[in-house]
Each structure stands twice: as C-alpha cells, then as structure tokens.
C-alpha cells in the first residue's frame, strides 16, 4: 500500500551550550559508534517545534498541555454563562473532563493542605498528570458543562459517549503530530504522526566545565573576594537531526476540513507546512541566556516517500574524524551515504528530494534534489505532501 512519509534530515552547528540538561545538570550524551556523542533529547526538540507554532499558526489549531484543565474549562464555561460563580465553574469542569477522558481531577493534597494551614479555601481541582486538549476541544466541553449544569453529574451520566466524542475530534494540529497518551481513558489517545529522533553529533565529543564568578557590586575596597562562584558543563556539537511525518496519519487524526470556506485539504497542509518549518527552525532554550547558541541549520534534506522513513544516522557510526571542522565531512558523508543506501533497496526512483544548504562546505548535498530556500522548500514539500496524500491508491 502506497503511503505518503515525508522525512527531515538536517545538519546544525551549536557553539559551546547546554541546550539539554541531564539530572545531573549536565548536557545530554549517547554512545553511538562505541564514542560518546552529543545528545538532544526527542523530548527537547518536540517541546521546541511545538512552541514554534504559535507564530505559525492561529490559535484555535492549537492545543494546550496542562494540568490545571479544570480551570482553563471553568474559564470558558464562565465565558459562555456569566451567573455561574467560579468554584461551581470547576466542579462542572472537573465532572465534565473526568467523564470525557477518565481521568482524575482532584485538588492535590499538598495544595489542599496548604491552604487550609493559610485558613484559605481548597484550591481549583487538577489533573494527576498533563492533560493534552485542543482548543476546540475545550470550547466544545464547555457548551456541554453549561448545558448539563443544572444537574451535572446525572447529565454526563446520560450523554457519557457525547462527551467522549467531543474529547476525541477536531484535534488540533499539535496533538494530531505529536500524540495524546491518557493514562485512565485509552479510548481518547491519539497515535503521533511524527517521529523525533534523538539529535546526535557526528563527532566524538566531551563536555567541559565553565568555572564563574560574579562580583558584589557594592563590595568595599578591601573585600576584593567573589560574591558568587559555580560551574556550569558544556559542549559544543555538530548534529544530526532527524523526524519523520505521517502524512496519511495526520491526515487521519486531523479529520478533512473545519471551514466552509476553506479546501478540505487545507488543514493538512498547513499541519504539513508547520511541522516542516518549525522542526528545522526551532531550538530548544536550555541555558540560552548563558550561551546564545541561536544558531540555524547549515544543511536540510526534505525527502517525500511513498514507502516508510528511512534515517540516515547510520552514515555517521563512525564517527566524523576531528580537528578540522565537521560540517564538511559529514555532508561528504551524508550525499555518499544516501546514494548508496537509496540505491540498495531501490527506493531513489519513487522519491522526491529538496535542499537548503549553506556554504561551500555543503556543496556535495547540492546534487541530491531541488535547492530552495526555505520558504519556498516548505511550501514545495506541503503541496507535493498533500497532492500524494490525495492520489487515489
């Protein structure tokens, strides 16, 4: 069966940095190769593709990852009904989410605790773990929780599969890419279209100590010692980045069409077109203010399957040699490999491929598809993506 898989392969340079810390505080590393490599984790580089979307996209495409559902509910229950006080809001929220997804929401003990030392009243319920809603979603649950407030909990007793249908369609954009795991409801988990692998460098790499110091501004003369010393760890990496889209998923968990005046394929492709441009331009901000590491891509490989993802990483097992920079290396590295693995299993003829490339030292990915900067790649990639999704099996 012919299947619609787009796939990003990309080469970043990120000068000394702690983009991605470990429990220990110190930047993430991999054995790879049998040499310790460089490490950013999925988790990292998905939060930062996701947040990128809020320049990309209109809000109401979006989802919010929250704990405190009961109370972003109650605010849009309030919203639609004024008369219905704030702590009656989050019990008609509380009811309402627990019966659409099965999950607990529940003031937690230590906050309950808390305010009733302070003499307070309990605090608004949450969940017991992160809760993933789009924004229609939510407005969706709420027109429910007004309608049943009457008496809540006989009405969610009545209209338990409304309720659930309402949690499960018109996913937003972030949730159909990503996924929704619902630990206490499985029927509304979302299967991720996207795959992040985790960044490696290509080179061998060991993490150094930054030993500081700040000064005491309004140290006397003869108190010449420091106000404040500690170390930070860092390290320096050439690396390579891969995902891989489900286009026939996301096409899935997107549903065809939320506008009248819109194509039904629409939002697919603007799902497509933000995936694309925020994977390759977001950055995870782990210790940026300390080390400014805003760097961009120097090579972006877009491949459009009709088969399954292949990643590339395998080009770099050995790693890339060191000392004299690594980005020319591995992009000699990466074109070679790609021919070579591409022409092995016979899977170059049905693929199409485009570039953005930087400098001399990427010259040798020119050769492999159609160069283009990136605003052109990305609308290239989400039109091709969508015209394949399309084409009849």
């Known amino acids: 069966m012919s299947r619609t898989i787009v796939d990003l392969h990309i080469l970043q340079t990120v000068p000394p ?19 310790r490599r460089a490490r950013v984790s999925s988790q990292a580089w998905k939060r930062a593709t996701r947040m990128a979307f809020d320049d990309m996209l209109d809000a109401g495409e ?48 230590r906050k309950a605790d808390a305010a009733k030392k302070r003499g307070e009243d309990a605090p608004a319920p949450e969940s017991a773990y992160l809760m993933f809603l789009s924004a229609r979603q939510l407005d969706a649950l709420a027109g429910l929780a007004v309608e049943g407030r009457a008496d809540i909990t006989t009405f969610l007793k009545d209209n338990k599969k409304r309720a659930k249908e309402l949690a499960d369609t018109r996913h937003s954009v ?23 692998a985790h ?30 010393i500690g170390v930070v760890e860092f390290n320096s990496a050439t690396l390579y980045r891969y995902a891989a889209l489900d286009v026939d998923l996301l096409r899935r968990n997107l549903g065809e069409g ?3 005046d819109e ?15 925020g994977f390759v331009e977001s950055l995870p901000t782990g210790k940026r203010n300390t080390f400014g590491h805003n760097t961009l891509p120097e090579a972006v490989i877009v491949k459009l399957r009709s088969t399954r ?20 290396e591995a992009s000699e590295r990466l074109a070679q490999y790609i ?17 953005l490339r930087i400098g001399p030292n990427t010259a040798k990915l020119g050769a492999l598809g159609t160069e283009l900067p990136l605003a052109q790649l990305v609308s290239a990639v989400g039109a091709a993506a969508i015209e394949q999704a399309a084409a009849p099996a």
């Open 17 to 35: 940095s702690n983009i991605n810390r470990d429990d220990t505080g110190a930047p993430k590393t991999a054995l790879y190769g049998g040499v």
């Open 62 to 109: 979006l989802g919010i990852r929250t704990k405190r559902v009961a109370e972003l509910l109650a605010e849009r229950i309030r919203r639609i009904d004024g008369s219905i006080e704030e702590r009656d809001a989050w019990t008609l929220a509380a009811e309402t989410v627990r019966t659409a997804t099965g999950s607990k929401i529940e003031v937690p003990k």
């Open 174 to 196: 972030d949730i159909a890419l990503f996924g929704r795991m619902v630990a206490d409801g499985a029927d509304v988990n979302v299967d991720a279209a996207a795959q992040v």
């Open 199 to 228: 960044a490696i460098s290509v080179h061998p790499v060991e993490n150094e100590s930054d030993y500081y110091t700040a000064v005491d501004d309004e140290n006397p003369d003869d108190e010449t010692g420091a106000g404040m």
């Open 258 to 260: 939320l506008r009248e």
């Open 263 to 277: 194509p039904v394929t629409e939002p697919l492709r603007r799902a497509v077109e933000a995936f694309v441009r």
């Open 309 to 328: 993802p292949v990643s590339f990483v395998s080009a770099f097992e050995e790693p890339v040699e060191m000392g004299r920079g690594h980005v020319r």
């Open 339 to 355: 021919g070579e693995i591409e022409t092995a299993y016979g899977i170059a003829g049905d693929t199409k491929t485009w570039v």
